[in-house]
């Protein structure tokens, strides 16, 4: 499976970004997903997470009812709308699959497999 992440990018703070991973793979539907970010001198944390099917999506706290989670499997591509961005919402954003085949998505980076390159958002105040 290779990732590609795009949709990143400069925005003022309250604007909104969406960004995309678009994956290689006829298995793609069968795995969850999770985006990623890290920021400067802070260490890689799970911002959402999506199953396989799309059904069940789970969110970081700093970020919930702002960023929606979604995929579209006939376009092998997982998506992050993010809204009302902060800028401590300013870091590199990764998206990382889970090889396990209809398994649960988690927050750990060491449950997931395969990682995109990263896209860099940053929010200005």
């Known amino acids: 499976v290779q990732l590609q992440a795009s949709g990143g990018g400069l925005v003022q703070a309250g604007g909104s970004l969406r960004l995309s991973c678009a994956a290689s793979g006829r298995t793609f539907s069968r795995y969850s997903m999770g985006w990623f970010r890290q920021a400067p001198g802070n260490e890689r944390e799970s911002v959402a997470r999506?199953?396989?099917?799309?059904?069940?999506?789970y969110y970081a706290d700093s970020v919930k009812g702002r960023f929606t989670i979604s995929r579209d499997n006939a376009k092998n591509t997982v998506y992050l709308q993010m809204n009302s961005l902060k800028p401590e919402d300013t870091a590199v954003y990764y998206c990382a699959v889970r090889s396990v085949a209809y398994g649960l998505s988690t927050t750990k980076e060491s449950d997931y497999d395969y990682w995109g390159q990263g896209t860099l958002v940053t929010v200005s105040s």
């Open positions: 999506i199953n396989w099917s799309g059904t069940a999506t």
